[in-house]
């Protein structure tokens, strides 16, 4: 059977049924649980149900899960029921051969679902499951190509879609933007912000851009774009200043160069698409660049002011800062001090 992605097995509008053996697999633990609640058929208002058992994978026994996976139920009505191995994967790598030979041969009686952070393609076992049985990869689906970014156009019409629907409201596309944004990828803390949104709005009501400014930013929203601005003017030191106030707060400089990259990065392609175009004997806009770039246009005159006052010459380098600021975090600046230096280098290279 071939891999199947969590998104796609979410908002598929027919009801979907574990295999045999079933692996759920990926970093995302909301993504993960809402897959085996769609698996096991739970509605909203259940926890769990009489024919299937929870075990936890950090202290299951072989030996105990073949007698359950052999041993019918009595709530089951001659139907199989699910044994799930939470958090499997030390249950996984434990007993690898046993798993290999049940997968050959498993039981009628029992429907084995095995609950992972991570699962290797390149093992036996990977191969003989995704081959007769069901994998199920619950992560944000990956760029086109051999990209292995998270795809956010996928993720944002999940949560206009499939998240939104759970909270019974609507998110416009540009509140999605803005969400993902200011929170990250992480879909348990999405779908606790929509939750959050839900509750401001009449059911079945829009959810816009500005609410999610409003209800979700808060203030670290604020302090974020009060940082772009001032490194966008030049002003390195309110930039630092204001830095030091997120991060004694307790946010991670590992949060936030994503949320700052994402706003410099459109000014930097900007920059980059008036130096193409004069290369190439044409002349652009100003407003025209940043509308390539990324653009709304309620946010046309704040960017334009802010790449005059950043000047040619340092949103020339703009992009190639933010890749070496990248770089650095996922390689020597990886801890969470020296991720702090990338930030506060950042901000000197844009001083005036």
């Given at each position: 059977m071939p891999l199947l992605n969590a998104f796609d097995l979410l908002t598929a509008a027919s009801d979907s049924a574990p295999s045999a053996v079933t692996v759920l697999f990926g970093d995302d633990p909301m993504l993960r649980s809402w897959t085996l609640r769609k698996l096991l058929g739970l509605d909203a208002a259940e926890e769990d149900r009489p024919d299937s058992i929870d075990l936890d994978g950090e202290l299951a026994e072989w030996k105990d899960v073949r007698d359950e996976l052999q041993t019918g139920s009595l709530f089951s009505m001659g139907q199989p029921r699910s044994i799930v191995v939470r958090d499997a994967d030390k249950f996984v790598s434990?007993?690898?051969?046993?798993?290999?030979?049940?997968?050959?041969?498993?039981?009628?009686?029992?429907?084995?679902?095995l609950e992972l952070k991570?699962?290797?393609?390149?093992?036996?076992?990977?191969?003989?499951?995704?081959?007769?049985?069901?994998?199920?990869?619950?992560?944000?689906?990956?760029?086109?190509?051999?990209?292995?970014?998270?795809?956010?156009?996928?993720?944002?019409s999940f949560l206009c879609g499939f998240v939104a629907a759970r909270h019974q409201c609507k998110l416009q596309k540009g509140a999605?933007?803005?969400?993902?944004?200011?929170?990250?990828?992480?879909?348990?803390?999405?779908?606790?912000?929509?939750?959050?949104?839900?509750?401001?709005?009449?059911?079945?009501?829009?959810?816009?851009?500005?609410?999610?400014?409003?209800?979700?930013?808060?203030?670290?929203?604020?302090?974020?774009?009060?940082?772009?601005?001032?490194?966008?003017?030049?002003?390195?030191?309110?930039?630092?200043?204001?830095?030091d106030h997120l991060i004694a707060s307790g946010e991670k400089a590992f949060a936030l160069l994503p949320q700052i990259s994402w706003s410099l990065r459109r000014l930097g392609l900007a920059a980059a698409a008036i130096d193409y175009a004069e290369k190439s004997g044409r002349r652009i806009s100003l407003s025209d660049a940043l509308q390539q770039a990324g653009f709304r246009p309620f946010d046309m005159k704040k960017a334009e002011a802010h790449l005059r006052k950043i000047g040619r010459p340092r949103a020339q380098r703009m992009l190639g800062w933010l890749l070496d600021a990248d770089l650095k975090l996922k390689g020597t600046h990886s801890t969470d001090d020296r991720a702090r230096w990338v930030l506060e280098e950042l901000f000197l290279k844009m001083a005036s």
């Amino acid at each position: 059977m071939p891999l199947l992605n969590a998104f796609d097995l979410l908002t598929a509008a027919s009801d979907s049924a574990p295999s045999a053996v079933t692996v759920l697999f990926g970093d995302d633990p909301m993504l993960r649980s809402w897959t085996l609640r769609k698996l096991l058929g739970l509605d909203a208002a259940e926890e769990d149900r009489p024919d299937s058992i929870d075990l936890d994978g950090e202290l299951a026994e072989w030996k105990d899960v073949r007698d359950e996976l052999q041993t019918g139920s009595l709530f089951s009505m001659g139907q199989p029921r699910s044994i799930v191995v939470r958090d499997a994967d030390k249950f996984v790598s434990k007993y690898r051969a046993e798993l290999e030979a049940y997968v050959a041969k498993p039981s009628s009686a029992g429907l084995l679902l095995l609950e992972l952070k991570s699962f290797p393609g390149n093992t036996r076992l990977y191969k003989a499951i995704n081959k007769t049985h069901l994998l199920v990869q619950c992560a944000i689906p990956a760029g086109s190509g051999r990209s292995t970014k998270p795809d956010l156009n996928k993720l944002k019409s999940f949560l206009c879609g499939f998240v939104a629907a759970r909270h019974q409201c609507k998110l416009q596309k540009g509140a999605a933007e803005t969400l993902v944004e200011l929170s990250g990828t992480s879909l348990g803390l999405l779908d606790t912000d929509i939750a959050k949104l839900a509750v401001c709005v009449e059911r079945g009501a829009p959810v816009t851009d500005d609410m999610v400014r409003k209800f979700v930013g808060g203030w670290r929203s604020k302090t974020t774009w009060e940082i772009i601005d001032a490194a966008t003017e030049g002003n390195s030191g309110e930039a630092l200043r204001q830095l030091d106030h997120l991060i004694a707060s307790g946010e991670k400089a590992f949060a936030l160069l994503p949320q700052i990259s994402w706003s410099l990065r459109r000014l930097g392609l900007a920059a980059a698409a008036i130096d193409y175009a004069e290369k190439s004997g044409r002349r652009i806009s100003l407003s025209d660049a940043l509308q390539q770039a990324g653009f709304r246009p309620f946010d046309m005159k704040k960017a334009e002011a802010h790449l005059r006052k950043i000047g040619r010459p340092r949103a020339q380098r703009m992009l190639g800062w933010l890749l070496d600021a990248d770089l650095k975090l996922k390689g020597t600046h990886s801890t969470d001090d020296r991720a702090r230096w990338v930030l506060e280098e950042l901000f000197l290279k844009m001083a005036s």
